[in-house]
T-cell receptor, first 117, second 116 residues
Framework: GAGVSQSPSNKVTEKGKDVELRCDPISGHTALYWYRQSLGQGLEFLIYFQGNSAPDKSGLPSDRFSAERTGGSVSTLTIQRTQQEDSAVYLC???????????????FGAGSRLTVL | AQKITQTQPGMFVQEKEAVTLDCTYDTSDQSYGLFWYKQPSSGEMIFLIYQGSYDEQNATEGRYSLNFQKARKSANLVISASQLGDSAMYFCAMREGSMGRRALTFGSGTRLQVQP
């Protein structure tokens, strides 16, 4: 598509429930990133997919968080047994990669706002 | 240690004046890239400007320029002729290593308010 698409745009859930957030990157972008942004804060790196390489999961805050990317395109971020501190905006971004340039600019989606009651 | 430090939580500037937003970084890599993003109240992240560690000239994009001082590990964003629409959060970010195969690390941001 023309841009990075995320769904749902808003999700309200009860503590303890599981949630799935979806990201559809720009067609042809091989790199996909998930970040989390709490209210008024900076962006916290969660996970990074690059082509067929093993994902960089170093930013996932706990084993309740997982993500997959099927067919090198769409990605799903799953949060199990949600807690109130999981409330945040979850941002997905994609970028082209390869070549020798480090200037692979990330294009962000509009985010999924998660509220855990 | 923080990879990216933005020491100004908030800044005010008068319309039509220039403003500098500070960013310092910490890396042991020789090859890295520095980015600035703008986040208006709508929440979207908008790419502004990029500087590579081997670039000899400071990057410029319209009213945006990056004051890159490699020895001091600083990459300050300069916005000239501020406009009301420049009011937003501004994030500095770094990608370490070559080949662009790493995730970006973001600073905590600076909230800029442009006053008429």
């Amino acid at each position: 598509g023309a841009g990075v698409s995320q769904s749902p745009s808003n999700k309200v859930t009860e503590k303890g429930k599981d949630v799935e957030l979806r990201c559809d990157p720009i067609s042809g972008h091989t790199a996909l990133y998930w970040y989390r942004q709490s209210l008024g804060q900076g962006l916290e790196f969660l996970i990074y997919f690059q082509g067929n390489s093993a994902p960089d999961k170093s930013g996932l805050p706990s084993d309740r968080f997982s993500a997959e990317r099927t067919g090198g395109s769409v990605s799903t971020l799953t949060i199990q047994r949600t807690q109130q501190e999981d409330s945040a905006v979850y941002l997905c971004a994609s970028s082209p990669s390869g070549g020798k340039s480090g200037a692979n600019v990330l294009t962000f989606g509009a985010g999924s706002r998660l509220t855990v009651l | 240690a923080q990879k990216i430090t933005q020491t100004q939580p908030g800044m005010f500037v008068q319309e039509k004046e220039a403003v500098t937003l500070d960013c310092t970084y910490d890396t042991s890599d020789q090859s890295y890239g520095l980015f600035w993003y703008k986040q208006p109240s709508s929440g979207e992240m908008i790419f502004l400007i990029y500087q590579g560690s081997y670039d000899e000239q400071n990057a410029t994009e319209g009213r945006y320029s990056l004051n890159f001082q490699k020895a001091r590990k600083s990459a300050n964003l300069v916005i000239s002729a501020s406009q009301l629409g420049d009011s937003a959060m501004y994030f500095c970010a770094m990608r370490e290593g070559s080949m662009g195969r790493r995730a970006l690390t973001f600073g905590s941001g600076t909230r800029l308010q442009v006053q008429p």
